[in-house]
């Protein structure tokens, strides 16, 4: 009787377990994958430990004519930002753009917080400034290091991410070389600027995200036009545009 009471239960419960149906994988089950925060480049973002990001694109300053001497030539600068996760909202950043006549490259750390859709971080690059000619008549070199600290708020709309960055440029001491002969500028001064940068970042379906960036750069004329004023130390401005894809 015991033997026949057990076997009832045993099928009673195979036919329960049949129209319940299948049951859900766990999150322990094999073959689950926990999913990877990657962050964005430029909105203030908490990426999950090791978690990589890199931005591809462009910046072009709108200088007016009248500050290049006439000059109507505008070189786009070719730009690189990436972005690798420590957890715990830190991250590790690197920086590089060139435009061929300048060059700059700068790595350093981010702190980022998010709050339901808002976010802010601060951030803080060390790097080199290299500004180098040596075509057309001249031969010339310009040397700094860099440092630049930052801020940014950020307000994530679910596919699309708007942040406002704010950056201080600070330079020195300078380094010249014209020909053979190496020397300083004489009115440098360590504040070479500001800039304020408003970003729009596009999520797609598959991780990667395209951006575009409008905004303003003030600055010290040896920053921006090292080549035709480098000993000029008035600040003035001009817009930035940005444009660019992450992978």
Avoid: C
């Avoid at 998010?114 to 000619?133: D, P, R």
């Avoid at 010249?176 to 001064?189: I, K, Q």
């Amino acid at each position: 009787m015991h033997a026949e009471a057990a076997a009832a239960v045993a099928s009673s419960a195979v036919v329960a377990g049949s129209a319940a149906g299948p049951q859900a994988p766990s999150e322990n089950d094999a073959g689950s994958e926990p999913t990877t925060d990657r962050g964005l480049a430029y909105h203030p973002s908490e990426p999950s430990l090791h978690a990589f990001r890199l931005a591809i694109g462009g910046f072009y300053d709108a200088i007016d004519p009248q500050v290049m001497y006439g000059y109507d030539v505008r070189l786009p600068r070719l730009n690189l930002d990436a972005r690798y996760g420590l957890g715990s909202g830190w991250s590790l950043k690197g920086t590089f753009n060139t435009m061929l006549v300048t060059t700059e490259l700068l790595l350093g750390a981010s702190y980022g917080w998010n709050f339901q859709h808002w976010s802010i971080e601060a951030a803080a690059s060390v790097g080199i400034y290299v500004g180098k000619l040596g075509y057309f008549g001249f031969d010339a070199l310009v040397l700094s290091p860099q440092y630049r600290p930052e801020f940014a708020l950020g307000y994530d709309f679910g596919d699309m991410a708007v942040s406002f960055r704010g950056s201080l440029l600070w330079m020195g001491p300078e380094r010249v070389r014209v020909g053979e002969v190496w020397g300083g500028l004489d009115n440098s001064s360590p504040f070479a600027g500001h800039s304020e940068m408003l970003y729009v970042e596009n999520r797609l379906s598959d991780g990667a995200a395209w951006y575009f960036g409008l905004g303003l750069l003030t600055t010290r004329a040896y920053y921006a036009l090292w080549l035709l004023f480098p000993d000029s130390p008035a600040l003035f401005t001009y817009p930035r545009i940005a444009v660019g894809y992450e992978f």
